[in-house]
């Protein structure tokens, strides 16, 4: 008797919560496990998505680098501390959009014009030119061959984008059906 009276107490609380509605499969089925093949690509994009932008952050870990260069008392860096936080934008941008992958044209340009601007400020950063060549100094010590890398060739192959907006008229241009109505004049 006891059973039964915990089994319909069980029942009466969870009763609710499986009553509740499942997205259906294309049978019809709520939970089914049949998707439609646009359902099944969206959903492996999105988790493809996820986890490239999730290895590409964790790859950068700007956000570390940026701890480290200050976490250590006796060793402070404020050099690479100074690069990082330039580097920190490009690292926002990554976890926003990782570039091409979206598939979607106007803001795959967009997410690449901000990379190149954010390139660009590493390049013109001094810390940054700084931190480069005490790697390019680095590795060639280590190196049994000169590799003849320096910042300053990388930065020559970035693109410069312009960050200026140019002026443009209130009025938007007429298309058809609009009509246009005559500017305001101003009184003198």
Known sequence: MK?????????????????????????????????SP???????????????????VDLADISGAI???????ALQDPVGNACWLQ???????LKIHPSPLNLKLASDWEA??????????VCANPNCGQMFVDATNAVGALA??????SLASICSKIPVIGTSAVPTS???APVVGTVVAP???AKP
């Open 3 to 35: 059973r039964i009276l915990i089994l319909a107490l069980a029942t009466l609380l969870a009763g609710p919560a499986l009553a509740q509605t499942r997205q259906k499969d294309i049978l019809g089925i709520p939970g089914g496990i049949i998707n």
């Open 38 to 56: 646009h359902t099944t690509l969206s959903n492996i994009e999105a988790k493809q998505t996820q986890d490239i932008t999730q290895f590409l």
């Open 67 to 73: 701890t480290l260069s200050q976490q250590i008392p």
């Open 87 to 93: 580097f920190n934008g490009i690292g926002e941008l």
């Open 112 to 121: 690449l014009r901000l990379l190149a601007i954010g390139l660009n400020q």
């Open 144 to 149: 049994p061959i000169q590799n003849g890398i």
């Open 170 to 172: 209130a009025a938007p």
């Open 183 to 185: 500017a305001p004049v």
